[in-house]
């Protein structure tokens, strides 16, 4: 610990770009999460729409076999 310190106030503008790149990784990371959490969100409600029949079956995805993993 006495090394941060140390670090710290030896180099605080080296702290500081350090702060600031962990800080653009955390929000890079976030704004990926929210982008496919949001696809994520989309596809379940598009999924739901059309097994409740609410959003009607596309011909082309009744034409394809059904597939059983069992």
């Not at 180099?11 to 496919?36: E, M, S």
């Not at 609410?54 to 082309?60: C, L, Q, W, Y």
Request: neutral net charge; charged residues 10%.
């Amino acid at each position: 610990m006495n090394e941060l310190s140390a670090l710290m106030q030896s180099a605080p503008w080296l702290v500081i770009g350090g702060a600031l790149v962990a800080l653009n990784l955390i929000l890079f990371v976030l704004k990926i999460t929210k982008r496919l959490l949001l696809l994520a969100i989309g596809a379940v409600l598009v999924a739901v729409g059309i097994y409740t029949g609410v959003i009607e079956t596309p011909d082309a995805l009744l034409a394809l076999p059904m597939i059983y993993l069992g």
